[in-house]
C-alpha cells in the first residue's frame, strides 16, 4: 500500500470498528429487555378507602392484578398473590387465617 492511501484506508477502518462496537453494545442493550411481559401493572386504581371494609383482607383485585388489599385504621396497603419461594399463586382462606398454595 502506498503511503497517500494508508490514512483513509486507517480512517475507514476505525469508523468500521466504531459503528461494529456501537451496533453490538446497542444489541446487547436490546437484550435486556423483554418482547414480552406477562406481569400485571403494578398500579392500578383501586377505589375509595370507603369501597374496603377496615381490618379485612379483600380479594377482588388478586385476578386481574395479583394482589390482595388490606385496609386498616391508619390506612391500607396491598400484598402480592404470588409466593416468594416458588413464585405460585397464594390464596387467602378465611377460616383458618392464612395464605395457601394453590
Ligand atoms: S410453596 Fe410456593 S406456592 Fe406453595
Redesign the pocket.
Known sequence: MIRRGFQPALVAGWLLFGAASALGAAATGRYFYPNVSTDPPAAFKAGFPSDFEVGKLDARFKRRFGAYLVRIEEGSYALCDS?T??????NWDESRGLFV??
Open positions: 409466593c419461594w416458588c413464585g405460585g399463586s397464594l398454595c394453590s
